[in-house]
Every structure is written in C-alpha cells, then in structure tokens.
C-alpha cells in the first residue's frame, strides 16, 4: 500500500513555473514507478510524464516535451514534476500516481493515486 500526497499547485501566469511534489509513504517507494496525470474539466485523465523505479527511464507526452521534468528521490520517497515554460492549456487538477510496472505509460497501468493539486495558468 502507497499513499501519495501531491503539493505545490497554484496559480501562474503564462510562461511562468511550477514544481510540484509528490510524497509517498512506505519503504518500499523505490520499487514502483511513478507517474503525473492530469484532468482538465469535462476531459479524461490523461498521462503527462513518467520515471521508472530507479529513474533511469522516463516518458513524456508530446505536449510537454522540452518544457516540464520529472525527477524523483528514493530517499526522501518523493517525486517531482518541474513546469515551466506554462500554457493556458495546461491548466488542470495534476494528480500523481505510482504503478509496480517499471515505467506506466496508461491510466489502467497505474495502482495508487494521490488525491491531486489544482494547476491554473492565466493568459
């Protein structure tokens, strides 16, 4: 069992950043990949990024290439998502979440979800 707690949502203007944080309890963090998802209003939850167990792998999705960075550390059992460069569109609730697959690429594949953190950037 994994409890995820993600914070450091708020509101940003367009081309500014965010970082935020995901805490995770138990001792066994660094044996599950984790991922951030998000959900704008009246659209599925998608897949932003993802980092394998170790870190070694990571995925993005096309959208935010080049402008956001998941990083994670197994000592502290957190993992971070670095945003910059922010657009309108990315607006929406961020959640994180962790799977026992190496490096989740879907919603399906992924077993504990954090309760999320609310992400507005204003044109």
């Known amino acids: 069992q994994v409890r995820l707690v993600e914070s450091g949502g708020g509101l940003v203007q367009a081309g500014g950043s965010l970082r935020l944080s995901c805490a995770a309890s138990g001792r066994t963090f660094n044996s599950y990949g984790m991922g951030w998802f998000r959900q704008a209003p009246g659209k599925v939850r998608d897949i932003v990024v993802a980092i394998s167990n170790s870190g070694g792998s990571t995925y993005y999705a096309d959208s935010v290439k080049g402008r956001f960075t998941i990083s994670r550390d197994n000592a502290k059992n957190t993992v971070y998502l670095q945003m910059n460069s922010l657009k309108p569109e990315d607006t929406a609730v961020y959640y994180c979440?962790?799977?026992?697959?190496?490096?989740?690429?879907?919603?399906?594949?992924?077993?504990?979800w954090g309760q999320g953190t609310q992400v507005t950037v204003s044109s």
């Open positions: 979440a962790a799977t026992n697959y190496g490096l989740g690429y879907g919603r399906g594949e992924y077993d504990y």
